[in-house]
């Protein structure tokens, strides 16, 4: 459940720094909004990969 959370909160992340992006009228915030977007963008495929990771383990474990 917590990492539902922290997903959506980088999703949010991800939308404001796209957002801050688009809108930049100078390079420092062009930058920080990309940044902000794509470090939103890694951490939740960051969590999906955990997600399967623990799947994967958990059902290895099961099958001995």
């Not at 909004?33 to 939103?40: K, Q, V």
């Amino acid at each position: 459940m917590s990492d539902m959370i922290f997903g959506v909160f980088a999703s949010i992340a991800c939308l404001l720094g796209l957002t801050l992006a688009a809108g930049a009228l100078d390079q420092g915030m062009a930058m920080f909004g990309s940044a902000l977007a794509a470090f939103g963008y890694l951490f939740v495929v960051f969590l999906v990969k955990r997600h399967f990771d623990v799947q994967e383990l958990t059902a290895a474990a099961e099958r001995g």
